[in-house]
């Protein structure tokens, strides 16, 4: 499944967003809109978090599309912020903000316990002692894995959500979700959301696809950043990449506050972590792979994306039509990539299996820390 993801929603007039979705939904086979509370990112006053889910609300009523054409996820923001009260508070928010009576998969936009997330920056190291971080204990700790579940059956049983997913999480706590819910007798996840790409393999090498499959939880994934922040279209080789906020004069001002995503220098400058220098030697063979098979590196990208057995939903953002009419292209081709390919593709892997968290910045004053402060594994 191709779905539209819509964190950027911030960046395109409204006319746009909505041409995006009346040719990926309306006419393109796409069926599903990926979106949060949070969104859009960054947020300003001008933007104000929310306003994605008010756009896809807009639209709906403005389309007259019915409701059970559209599959609409969401996601409540992460970390202590998901408590019971605020499970209920947070989907009353976004029901509210689309003008819709349900919300098909609501997930957990990142785990509601520590967890290291990599998609901020963070190293893949698990360090027990923030598991006692002062952060959680003034808290009371974070939501059990069994409030959690029956928070989320209270929706479902109210008919406010049809279903739940993680998103950012491990085979942890998939495995532990699912287990919960099952001895608890409560609606287990459906899904979890998580940064795969041909760059990006981790999550098949580190117990999420062994957890995720039909033989063991049965819980779908949803692969997001398919195309590695846009790194993997090539078009940023050779040029600096663009910067996320569209709004330039913002963007450098936000550079002054250094925040994640393997970058020292704020949303102004995210997703560093398709940039490394061992990042772009991984892409430039990609790319030689795509040449020599006469495709584009982004078709070799979402084809190889789809054809992986852990997927099952591929989440692709865009920020104009012509991209967005290559990506449903690419996604009717019927024949899958050759086993040559494929094992083109695996080869290039081996030399690279995780050039996102390599780094030639890291310097000798840097203490052991990496490009945000976080320890080195």
Not at 274 to 299: C, F, P, V
Request: contains cysteine.
């Amino acid at each position: 499944m191709l779905c539209r993801v819509s964190a950027d929603f911030n960046a395109p007039s409204e006319e746009d967003c909505f041409a995006f979705m009346d040719a990926a939904i309306l006419k393109g086979g796409v069926n599903l809109i990926d979106t949060a509370e949070q969104y859009p990112i960054p947020s300003s006053s001008a933007n104000r978090e929310g306003d994605t889910e008010r756009t896809i609300g807009r639209w709906m009523r403005e389309r007259k599309v019915p409701r059970e054409k559209v599959v609409i996820a969401s996601k409540i923001t992460g970390g202590r912020n998901v408590t019971p009260k605020n499970i209920r508070r947070d989907c009353d928010g976004s029901l509210e903000r689309f003008k819709t009576d349900y919300i098909d998969v609501y997930q957990l936009h990142w785990p509601q316990r520590y967890s290291p997330q990599a998609n901020w920056g963070q190293s893949l190291k698990y360090n027990v002692e923030n598991d006692r971080d002062p952060y959680w204990r003034q808290f009371g700790g974070p939501t059990s894995f069994e409030e959690l579940c029956v928070a989320m059956e209270d929706l479902v049983q109210r008919g406010k959500i049809r279903s739940w997913g993680l998103c950012n999480d491990n085979a942890y706590g998939l495995t532990a979700c699912t287990r919960t819910a099952k001895s608890l007798g409560t609606t287990p996840p459906c899904s979890i959301q998580g940064d795969f790409s041909i760059l990006d393999r981790k999550s098949e090498e580190n117990g999420v696809a062994e957890a995720a499959s039909p033989f063991n939880e049965n819980v779908g994934f949803m692969s997001y950043n398919a195309l590695a922040g846009g790194m993997l279209t090539g078009k940023y080789m050779d040029v600096p990449a663009a910067l996320d906020d569209s709004d330039r004069a913002r963007a450098m001002k936000s550079i002054e506050s250094p925040r994640g995503r393997h970058d020292t220098r704020g949303w102004g400058g995210t997703l560093y972590r398709y940039r490394t220098d061992a990042a772009r030697a991984a892409i430039a063979e990609y790319a030689q792979i795509a040449k020599k098979y006469g495709m584009s590196l982004t078709e070799l990208s979402l084809r190889w994306n789809r054809q992986r057995s852990l997927v099952t939903t591929t989440l692709v953002g865009h920020s104009n039509m012509r991209q967005l009419q290559e990506s449903l292209k690419y996604f009717t081709v019927k024949e899958p990539l050759s086993d040559q390919i494929m094992w083109d593709i695996d080869m290039v892997h081996m030399k690279n299996r995780l050039p996102l968290f390599s780094s030639n910045r890291v310097g000798r004053d840097w203490l052991g820390e990496g490009e945000i402060g976080e320890p080195i594994p």
